[in-house]
């Protein structure tokens, strides 16, 4: 079965309306008197304050609605929260409604716009939920199909997460792969099992062997599209669910384990957003799906083993298995030399500790691309904080017996040196790789709990400049 990330779009511009007031709490009194005596006084008698998220239908006098008011709050509340339009949807009752007011300053209409598409996914393949019900008609200024690819592809990477590894092990991943290829005219090739090691992946077969080699054997996936103009390669981490080897994570640890491949389920995400959008580039997306299992295949702690690049790597803990698959997807990015090429992981818990599950921690050693990326991060709302490649942290990360250790003792900046880590097999290849959570604890607007895009919007955003750079 292929995730369905159909996303239910603008209304048609025809179609007939309810104004929609977006009221700042500071501007309650001028906006109720603009409203006429009747539904101002409706609004004060129900406690109408204009805080941020509050929602109000107006009555039209014959028992139906006549519009309905949004509050947007102060400065502070508007800092503190993302997606106003999609809060008020999840309380808007069904109607079709058109923006009668501007929004503030500070937001962004085509940000508000796809929070307002997200408002409408719901995760119902096992149970049945849906999302909100009002519909709205696309804001004067905002290219509805560009917002709409934004809010397919996001859709795309949080079924993808969603789903439980029993449904998205390494051939359904595949699968997917296959179907959004097909979706847009790429080219897609996978190599599987033991073809691995003919053609030289010798880490990623090795944290995949262990898995039963009739369902879950591990593959590389290689989609290509586009003929014209700068080369972009995504890698996205596809482990479908890591048990930690047998360096076995406890069960606490083990619970969201189903989204260890958030950064393959990106990196589609954002390819969907790429293509459909028709962006004059070369795209490559490289996904190396495994399941890191237990059985008497696995690797070992204490075992080194030999990269497609060449470098030997001692094994100190088989839960830290993303960089081993990483390493040789990205070794053979880099052997095209891109021009661009970016990795996205749900890599380790210290990027968590560092900035928290709602910032997208990225490394880059480029310091234009990093200002590019900072500002697409604050137009698209989708936040990110750079995080160093720290050169004097490179000791760590080389053990003596091995050219490099896939797990430094101690503990300290666990996110940089496996971003230093990853570094090592890119060489000179402009490259740039996030350590994201990829996951929302607790149902917010346009986010419900469970699977997230991070960083996908806000490389979506700065992409055009950061490819115009070269």
């Known amino acids: 079965m292929q995730p369905n990330f159909a996303v239910r779009?603008?209304?048609?511009?025809?179609?007939?309306?309810?104004?929609?007031?977006?009221?700042?709490?500071?501007?309650?009194?001028?906006?109720?008197?603009?409203?006429?005596?009747?539904?101002?006084?409706?609004?004060?008698?129900?406690?109408?304050?204009?805080?941020?998220?509050?929602?109000?239908?107006?009555?039209?006098?014959?028992?139906?609605?006549?519009?309905?008011?949004?509050?947007?709050?102060?400065?502070?509340?508007?800092?503190?929260?993302?997606?106003?339009?999609?809060?008020?949807?999840?309380?808007?009752?069904?109607?079709?409604?058109?923006?009668?007011?501007?929004?503030?300053?500070?937001?962004?209409?085509?940000?508000?716009?796809?929070?307002?598409?997200?408002?409408?996914?719901?995760?119902?393949?096992?149970?049945?939920?849906?999302?909100?019900?009002?519909?709205?008609?696309?804001?004067?200024?905002?290219?509805?199909?560009?917002?709409?690819?934004?809010?397919?592809?996001?859709?795309?990477?949080?079924?993808?997460?969603?789903?439980?590894?029993?449904?998205?092990?390494?051939?359904?991943?595949?699968?997917?792969?296959?179907?959004?290829?097909?979706?847009?005219?790429?080219?897609?090739?996978?190599?599987?099992?033991?073809?691995?090691?003919?053609?030289?992946?010798?880490?990623?077969?090795?944290v995949g062997r262990a898995a039963d080699t009739a369902t879950r054997a591990p593959r590389l996936i290689d989609l290509r599209w586009g003929s014209a103009g700068p080369k972009l390669t995504l890698v996205g981490k596809g482990v479908c669910f890591d048990t930690g080897g047998l360096d076995l994570k406890p069960a606490a640890s083990m619970g969201l384990m189903k989204k260890d491949m958030g950064g393959s389920a990106n990196v589609l995400g954002l390819a969907h957003m790429i293509m459909a959008s028709g962006l004059r580039l070369q795209l490559r997306v490289l996904i190396p799906a495994v399941e890191n299992s237990v059985s008497g295949p696995a690797f070992r702690p204490g075992d080194i083993l030999t990269s497609r690049k060449g470098l030997t790597v001692e094994i100190n803990n088989t839960d830290a298995e993303g960089r081993l698959v990483l390493a040789d997807a990205l070794a053979l990015a880099a052997e095209e030399a891109p021009d661009l090429l970016i990795s996205m992981a749900t890599l380790t818990g210290a990027a968590r500790v560092a900035v928290g599950a709602d910032l997208a921690p990225f490394f880059t050693d480029d310091e234009g691309d990093a200002a590019l990326l900072t500002q697409g991060a604050a137009a698209a709302c989708d936040p990110v904080w750079r995080l160093p490649f720290h050169d004097p942290y490179e000791g760590q990360i080389e053990p003596g017996i091995a050219d490099l250790d896939n797990a430094p003792a101690g503990g300290l900046g666990g996110a940089i040196t496996a971003a230093l880590f990853l570094r090592r097999f890119v060489g000179s290849t402009r490259y740039m790789h996030f350590d994201i959570f990829a996951w929302s604890a607790t149902n917010q607007p346009a986010r419900p709990k469970g699977g997230m895009g991070q960083g996908i919007r806000a490389l979506f955003a700065a992409l055009p400049e950061m490819l115009e750079r070269l």
């Open 9 to 206: 779009g603008f209304a048609a511009p025809t179609e007939a309306s309810l104004p929609l007031h977006i009221i700042a709490s500071g501007d309650l009194d001028q906006a109720l008197s603009g409203l006429g005596a009747a539904h101002a006084g409706w609004a004060r008698s129900l406690g109408f304050t204009g805080a941020w998220g509050q929602v109000l239908a107006l009555p039209d006098g014959a028992g139906g609605l006549a519009a309905a008011l949004v509050g947007a709050g102060d400065d502070q509340a508007r800092r503190r929260n993302r997606f106003l339009l999609a809060a008020a949807a999840a309380k808007l009752p069904e109607a079709t409604y058109a923006l009668a007011t501007a929004l503030p300053a500070d937001l962004s209409v085509e940000v508000e716009s796809f929070g307002w598409l997200m408002s409408h996914y719901a995760f119902d393949r096992y149970a049945k939920v849906s999302g909100a019900k009002a519909r709205l008609i696309c804001p004067a200024g905002v290219d509805a199909a560009r917002v709409e690819a934004m809010a397919a592809g996001e859709s795309l990477t949080r079924t993808l997460i969603n789903t439980p590894a029993e449904h998205m092990g390494p051939a359904e991943l595949q699968a997917a792969a296959e179907a959004l290829a097909a979706r847009h005219g790429a080219a897609i090739k996978t190599i599987l099992g033991e073809d691995l090691l003919v053609q030289n992946f010798p880490m990623i077969h090795t």
